[in-house]
């Protein structure tokens, strides 16, 4: 006689062992439906389509990439409830994104969007602190440990996490040989990172700092932590040009024809993992992320919608900041004509225009006099071309 039973519904059949917990097929289908209805409700989050849209609030442009996100993260919450089924024969595995673009084409923009449209926690870090264990610097596992205080310590809600790491390209190796003796800020640290992208158990400490003997150390699961890495990858359309003028030069009919359909501006499009292993990331590391994407460099017509354009933008800001001094700013197009002209100088893309905007700004903020205070400020050229020539 069977004197077990499902401790949910207390039925005797189709019960499955997990841990000397019982429980029934039935209740395991009830709970994965109600967590995945959970998080649909709480997000909003319905299809790839969805995400997109609330991506596109924000972000200009980078249309395929935000498709490469919406449907990555979107798999990330399917497979955290196909997985928690005990019952499934096969176990989907997880994976992660490299995301390569020049500084303020919008990499941390996108992965600072994603934070805001997840139920689940979400960390950003900077590669360029990390070193390898033992030396002066932050652990890898310290990433580990921002993420467990995210989530306020709950470990099984940090396991189910998101980490992206900018500034990725800064941990290439030093030189296409393989070092006997150690690069602490390059190789060592992409070392480093390789049980963390897998399905490892790390135990970390529960603040950031210095690891003592005595200290009690956290054991973090990695298996369904999903992580996204973005960086600039200077240099790497070189590369990428090297290698395709090779191949053409070697005659291949297929290469020919591909090299006179080549978009000279938008060379990132033909990128492959040898590439990579070409700037310095190591073949391990380029194993454990399987998506690889990119960011086209921002045209004129980007950076004009960056500043009006998403929910969010520069202008946007600035008028409600001074509406808050009873100041009504009138926006001309020719204002926006020349802050975008002098950010293509700076080539900083959308980080120019903040630049540019900040000055701008400040100078008429500092200028708000209570006693005489202007209802209504025009921008246009001419007031930018002056307020410019004061601050140079």
Same mark, same amino acid.
């Given at each position: 006689?069977?004197?077990?039973?499902?401790?949910?519904?207390?039925?005797?059949?189709?019960?499955?062992?997990?841990?000397?917990?019982?429980?029934?097929?039935?209740?395991?289908?009830?709970?994965?439906?109600?967590?995945?209805?959970?998080?649909?409700?709480?997000?909003?989050?319905?299809?790839?389509?969805?995400?997109?849209?609330?991506?596109?609030?924000?972000?200009?442009?980078?249309?395929?990439?935000?498709?490469?996100?919406?449907?990555?993260?979107?798999?990330?919450?399917?497979?955290?409830?196909?997985?928690?089924?005990?019952?499934?024969?096969?176990?989907?595995?997880?994976?992660?994104?490299?995301?390569?673009?020049?500084?303020?084409?919008?990499?941390?923009?996108?992965?600072?969007?994603?934070?805001?449209?997840?139920?689940?926690?979400?960390?950003?870090?900077?590669?360029?602190?990390?070193?390898?264990?033992?030396?002066?610097?932050?652990?890898?596992?310290?990433?580990?440990?921002?993420?467990?205080?995210?989530?306020?310590?709950?470990?099984?809600?940090?396991?189910?996490?998101?980490?992206?790491?900018?500034?990725?390209?800064?941990?290439?190796?030093?030189?296409?040989?393989?070092?006997?003796?150690?690069?602490?800020?390059?190789?060592?640290?992409?070392?480093?990172?390789?049980?963390?992208?897998?399905?490892?158990?790390?135990?970390?400490?529960?603040?950031?700092?210095?690891?003592?003997?005595?200290?009690?150390?956290?054991?973090?699961?990695?298996?369904?932590?999903?992580?996204?890495?973005?960086?600039?990858?200077?240099?790497?359309?070189?590369?990428?040009?090297?290698? +395709?003028? %090779?191949?053409?030069?070697?005659?291949? #009919?297929?290469?020919? @024809?591909? =090299?006179?359909? &080549?978009?000279? $501006? *938008?060379?990132?499009?033909?990128?492959?993992?040898?590439?990579?292993?070409?700037?310095?990331?190591i073949p391990e590391i380029l194993g454990r992320l399987p998506i690889i994407t990119y960011l086209n460099n921002l045209t004129k017509e980007d950076l004009k919608e960056i500043l009006i354009k998403p929910k969010n933008s520069l202008i946007k800001q600035y008028i409600e900041l001074l509406k808050l001094d009873n100041i009504k700013i009138i926006i001309k197009n020719s204002f926006?004509?020349?802050?975008?002209?002098?950010?293509?100088?700076?080539?900083?893309?959308?980080?120019?225009?903040?630049?540019?905007?900040?000055? +701008?700004? %400040?100078?008429?903020?500092?200028?708000? #006099?209570?006693?005489? @205070?202007? =209802?209504?400020? &025009?921008?246009? $050229? *001419?007031?930018?071309?002056?307020?410019?020539?004061?601050?140079?």
């Amino acid at each position: 006689m069977n004197n077990n039973y499902c401790f949910v519904c207390k039925e005797k059949n189709k019960l499955i062992n997990y841990k000397n917990i019982y429980i029934c097929n039935n209740c395991i289908k009830n709970i994965n439906n109600k967590y995945y209805n959970n998080i649909s409700k709480k997000n909003n989050i319905n299809y790839p389509k969805y995400i997109n849209r609330i991506l596109d609030k924000y972000v200009i442009g980078q249309n395929y990439t935000k498709k490469v996100l919406s449907v990555t993260i979107y798999n990330h919450y399917k497979r955290l409830i196909y997985n928690y089924d005990l019952n499934k024969n096969i176990e989907i595995e997880k994976s992660n994104i490299l995301m390569i673009g020049k500084s303020g084409t919008g990499k941390t923009l996108l992965a600072k969007t994603i934070s805001k449209i997840l139920n689940l926690p979400f960390v950003i870090v900077d590669a360029t602190v990390f070193t390898e264990a033992g030396y002066v610097g932050e652990d890898v596992e310290s990433i580990l440990t921002r993420l467990l205080q995210v989530s306020n310590y709950n470990i099984k809600l940090a396991e189910k996490g998101i980490v992206y790491i900018d500034e990725f390209d800064k941990l290439s190796r030093k030189s296409k040989n393989p070092s006997i003796t150690r690069d602490v800020s390059g190789e060592g640290v992409q070392q480093s990172l390789l049980k963390l992208f897998e399905d490892s158990t790390v135990y970390i400490s529960p603040f950031i700092g210095r690891k003592h003997p005595e200290q009690n150390m956290i054991p973090i699961k990695t298996k369904n932590i999903l992580f996204i890495v973005g960086g600039s990858f200077e240099g790497i359309e070189k590369i990428i040009n090297y290698r +395709i003028k %090779k191949s053409y030069e070697i005659g291949y #009919d297929s290469i020919i @024809k591909r =090299k006179k359909n &080549i978009n000279k $501006k *938008k060379v990132l499009k033909y990128i492959t993992t040898k590439d990579l292993q070409e700037f310095g990331i190591i073949p391990e590391i380029l194993g454990r992320l399987p998506i690889i994407t990119y960011l086209n460099n921002l045209t004129k017509e980007d950076l004009k919608e960056i500043l009006i354009k998403p929910k969010n933008s520069l202008i946007k800001q600035y008028i409600e900041l001074l509406k808050l001094d009873n100041i009504k700013i009138i926006i001309k197009n020719s204002f926006i004509d020349i802050i975008v002209k002098k950010a293509i100088k700076l080539g900083l893309g959308a980080r120019g225009l903040k630049s540019i905007c900040e000055k +701008i700004f %400040k100078e008429i903020t500092y200028n708000i #006099d209570k006693k005489k @205070k202007p =209802k209504i400020i &025009i921008m246009n $050229k *001419k007031k930018v071309e002056n307020i410019l020539k004061k601050n140079e």
